[in-house]
């Protein structure tokens, strides 16, 4: 039986970055059953380039900015396909293919919930070395992932509070726990245009402090829970400070009460077993979380949008987290 794909995208204020990204999904050799866009709030004419452009795809428009994590869940409740694509309002897959080969690895591997495509992004980094075979990982990126919906429905939606970024990482963890793989497809390439609109360091760096924690909170086993919260908390100031003074760390502190609150409230850990393998993935197999500290010559482009995706320099061997 082939698998049916449902899209999801949510956007806010990047309408001339959206129109690529659609406009790549729709020319897919086998474009998902259905799309929709989930619209956060944008004040940039987004609503009428979508009705004007795009009147086959389902537009959403929130009354609210409620985070990138929030529409995600609304596009998982209101679509129905047997798999969840989700891109970023700014990412698109670079080969005509693309969709179909993550859908034809899920049909192929019963075992796997998710497939994690390989990110190039503007900035010369590549997630993993083209030409590997498939290998599990601990999380996929938001910007390039394939989601088998029973798995999902297993294991349960994204914690809304985490309100950006973190979320793959809790629910791969979880479908892990679950007896799930999580594989990454090196050959197939997702490149994200990293639109600078509406990113922000400091509260990147907050979000990712914060929901690192939560997610200890929430899924640590007990008998590791303080060594790995003093861990998470270690790592990601060890992080800040790279970056110079910053005030993350304060503000992650003044937050601790609502990190507790919102961990406890989710909280239902995974098997120790379990989450020590999610560990071991996590330090010999993670995306990268910046680009090489040196490039090679540019790789000449292949069916390329004009002056939207520089070539990007290759990693040698799977890349690892800090």
Not at 22 to 30: E, F, G, S, V, Y
Not at 92 to 107: I, K, N, Q, S, T
Request: with cysteine; net charge positive.
């Amino acid at each position: 039986m082939t698998l049916t794909v449902s899209a999801v995208i949510a956007t806010y204020n990047r309408g001339p970055e959206l129109r690529i990204a659609l406009t790549r999904l729709m020319t897919q050799t086998t474009p998902p059953m259905e799309i929709i866009v989930i619209d956060d709030g944008s004040s940039d004419g987004t609503g009428a380039m979508m009705r004007a452009e795009f009147p086959t795809v389902r537009y959403v428009r929130q009354p609210h900015n409620g985070g990138l994590i929030l529409a995600r869940n609304f596009g998982f409740v209101n679509t129905a396909g047997d798999c969840i694509l989700s891109v970023d309002d700014d990412s698109w897959f670079e080969d005509p293919d693309g969709l179909a080969r993550c859908v034809a690895y899920l049909e192929q591997n019963p075992e796997v919930a998710a497939v994690a495509c390989n990110i190039e992004t503007r900035d010369g980094l590549v997630y993993f070395p083209k030409g590997a075979a498939p290998f599990d990982v601990p999380w996929y990126v938001g910007c390039g992932h394939l989601l088998r919906r029973s798995a999902v429905e297993r294991v349960g939606l994204y914690m809304p509070e985490l309100y950006r970024q973190g979320e793959e990482k809790d629910r791969c963890l979880r479908l892990v726990g679950a007896g799930y793989r999580v594989v990454a497809l090196p050959d197939v390439m997702v490149y994200h245009d990293k639109s600078e609109k509406g990113r922000k360091p400091g509260m990147e760096r907050f979000y990712n402090h914060r929901n690192d924690l939560i997610r200890e909170v929430a899924r640590c086993p007990s008998p590791l829970l303080a060594w790995r919260l003093a861990r998470a908390w270690a790592g990601n100031s060890w992080k800040n400070l790279r970056h110079g003074p910053r005030m993350t760390d304060l503000k992650v502190l003044l937050a601790l009460p609502q990190i507790l609150r919102i961990g406890l409230k989710h909280r239902a850990p995974v098997g120790v077993e379990a989450y020590r393998r999610w560990l071991h993935l996590a330090k010999t197999a993670a995306p990268a979380s910046a680009p090489p500290p040196e490039r090679r010559p540019a790789e000449k482009a292949v069916n390329r949008p004009a002056a939207s995706r520089p070539a990007a320099a290759e990693r040698p061997s799977p890349a690892r987290s800090d």
